[in-house]
């Protein structure tokens, strides 16, 4: 199983290169939004990856480099299930949202027991919901490059 946490299009790559192999894109909403229109070519391919969209309402990362509650750190809310269906006319894609561990793990199960399908999986966090190590390289970063502690 490949996991590309870059882009959609590096998926599709990916999926074109080893076609044999199930494929994960791990992806914020952030990205997902200035690369959306891959999922369409993915689809169109036939290519099956698992897609996790982590929708955390923004920028995480760059809320904890640099404010934390900054507005050119907001992205507009879109229905990411909808964007599958508008792109999957066939409707051959399985979508579905999970906003806690137990729907997670579901939506897991529902992934690897459907293989031939793309299963695309928002994952739902709040929005300063990071790893420890993130908030300190945020931290770090902050310092380095603006020469002060990061707004919050």
Not at 98 to 121: C, G, K, Q, W
Request: proline residues 4%; glycine residues 6%; aromatic residues 6%.
């Amino acid at each position: 199983m490949g996991v590309d946490r870059l882009h959609a299009s590096g998926a599709a790559g990916n999926h074109a290169a080893a076609p044999d192999r199930r494929h994960v894109l791990l992806i914020g909403d952030g990205s997902f939004q200035l690369t959306a229109q891959e999922l369409s070519t993915v689809l169109r391919q036939g290519f099956t990856p698992v897609i996790i969209l982590v929708n955390n309402d923004g920028y995480t990362v760059e809320r904890c480099i640099l404010g934390a509650d900054a507005s050119y750190n907001n992205i507009a809310t879109w229905r990411y299930d909808r964007l599958v269906e508008a792109f999957d006319p066939q409707n051959l894609a399985i979508t579905a949202k999970a906003d806690t561990e137990d729907t997670l793990a579901a939506a897991l199960d529902t992934a690897r027991s459907n293989r031939d399908p793309l299963v695309f999986i928002e994952a739902v966090m709040e929005r300063l919901d990071a790893p420890e190590s993130l908030v300190k390289l945020g931290k770090a970063f902050a310092t380095a490059d603006y020469h002060h502690a990061p707004v919050s």
